[in-house]
């Protein structure tokens, strides 16, 4: 009768209880049983008809207090819910059943916690019984770090429906071929509450660790569940939102949740193709220094960047040591203007220093090549793979004699793989140079020099 009452949940544990009021003769009143599904409580009156008085989330449960060995005290966010069982067996099944199914929703918690109160003789007794709970799921997580199980769990929390072919396709596809990378576009059909809550899902997730999405507009909903995910990941390395109908506010807000995640794993973030601005290149500078593993990958293109957020950020990279050794990938490309003023100095100061970086692109940002190869020569020449510099002007002012150091810079090179200097442009004394440099360079091989549209 019950298993029909509660459908579509599955009934795992009915206990007897009496519910204490203490508005009541003797704190005392009618029985009741406490049924328990896999995401909810539920309190039942036991008698015909039967049917649920209350019903709570274990999501909402904010304590567990055991007053003595029959009785427990949960404070929820909507209620408090106090009542009696026959045996201490039975408080044991209910404690050890809620706090397991908090675990499987939150693999990075501690549920035990929630036990604020316990009896001197149960102490050892329920942390020990926790305890066990905990490192077993610990050992034992669901496919891709249960990432269904948190997905089920809130959407029971949100009463919205459970959408089965989320869990078959990261239970089947993401799990067997190990892919870490959660892609949005996999799940582009959903309505945006249903992938905003799948984003939820990913914020208490240890499986997953990259984020990915190109050219799917995101809802209002799903960038909030995004910001939330920022400020709590426990393994979210890698953000990739291209071109994904994102703005100022976002960054924004992206920059404050960094700022409150003090330990974010965070290395990889693209953002190419969202107009988020100079008030969001800025917001967004401020915090990446904080980023515990230092910035591996970095990705502005086409943001609407002038050179004021573009010298903001340059700032920060030429200022903040750890950018030195962990920045890889730069790309600045499609921001014009960026590159045109004095603030491009932080730039080419961070360049000219000893750096990391194997991938460049400064690709239409009217970078002036002929003060670049500078600062590339003296800090770029042994690790750089790529290196992208089309449509850029060689120089802001007329000059008489071209800077040696292009041929410097190809000479020195040791890994240079592609060079991009269509539609800039060169003066034939540069290119004379260039050719110089690469002639005398033994250590390249395979490198693919674009001249296109150069008028050479």
């Given amino acids: ?57 274990y999501l909402e449960i904010c304590s567990i207090n055991i ?13 408090t819910l106090s009542f009696s069982v026959l045996h201490i067996e039975d408080l044991e099944a209910m404690v050890s059943h809620m706090t397991a199914s908090l675990k499987r929703i939150f693999p990075d918690s501690s549920p035990g916690k929630l036990l604020k109160m316990i009896p ?24 891709c770090g ?9 959407c029971d929390f949100n009463e919205m429906s459970f959408r089965e072919e989320i869990q078959w396709d990261v239970d089947n596809i993401y799990y067997i071929n190990n892919w870490r990378q959660f892609n949005l576009q996999d799940f582009s ?21 990259k984020i990915y999405c190109k050219e799917l507009k995101l809802s209002v ?116 203007g960026s590159l045109v003023t004095e603030e491009a100095m932080f730039l080419f100061k961070f360049l000219s220093s000893t750096n990391s970086l194997s991938h460049l692109d400064l690709s239409d940002t009217n970078c002036p090549l ?6 590339l020569s003296a800090g770029c020449c042994y690790k750089l793979i790529h290196l992208n510099l089309a449509r850029n002007p060689f120089s802001h002012r007329k000059v008489r004699e071209v800077t040696r150091s292009i041929r410097e810079f190809f000479s020195q090179s040791c890994e240079l793989k592609y060079v991009g200097l269509s539609a800039t442009k060169l003066p034939p004394q540069a290119l004379r140079l260039l ?22």
Avoid at 189 to 209: G, K
């Fill in 1 to 57: 009768q019950i298993s029909e009452l509660l459908k579509p949940h599955r009934v795992c544990l009915v206990t007897p209880v009496v519910l204490n009021h203490s508005s009541q003769p003797c704190g005392r009143s009618a029985n009741r049983l406490v049924v328990l599904s896999l995401w909810r409580g539920y309190l039942v009156i036991n008698k015909q008809p039967v049917r649920v008085e209350s019903t709570f989330s």
């Fill in 67 to 79: 007053h003595s060995l029959t009785q427990i005290v949960l404070e929820t966010d909507r209620q």
């Fill in 120 to 143: 001197p003789d149960l102490q050892q007794r329920l942390l020990t019984l926790t305890g066990v709970i905990e490192e077993q799921l610990n050992s034992q997580p669901g496919p």
């Fill in 146 to 154: 249960g990432f269904s199980d948190t997905y089920a769990a809130l």
């Fill in 189 to 209: 059909h959903l309505d945006s509450r249903d992938l905003a809550l799948t984003v939820a899902a990913l914020s208490f997730n240890q499986w997953f660790t």
């Fill in 221 to 336: 909903d799903i960038q909030q569940q995004l910001t939330f995910l920022l400020s709590r990941s426990p393994s979210l390395e890698e953000l990739s939102l291209e071109a994904s109908g994102l703005k100022l506010d976002f960054a924004i807000k992206m920059a404050a949740a960094l700022r409150e995640h003090t330990s974010s794993t965070l290395q990889s973030i693209n953002l190419s193709g969202n107009p988020i601005e100079d008030k969001g290149v800025i917001a967004l500078s401020q915090e990446l220094g904080n980023l515990a593993e230092g910035l591996k990958h970095l990705s502005l293109s086409r943001v609407s960047m002038t050179a004021r957020g573009l010298g903001c950020l340059s700032q920060v990279l030429s200022s903040t040591q750890l950018f030195s050794a962990s920045l890889t990938h730069l790309d600045l490309s499609g921001n014009p």
């Fill in 370 to 375: 002929d003060t670049l190869f500078v600062s």
């Fill in 435 to 456: 050719l110089q440099g690469l002639a005398t360079n033994s250590r390249l091989f395979g490198l693919e020099l674009d001249l296109s549209s150069c008028e050479v």
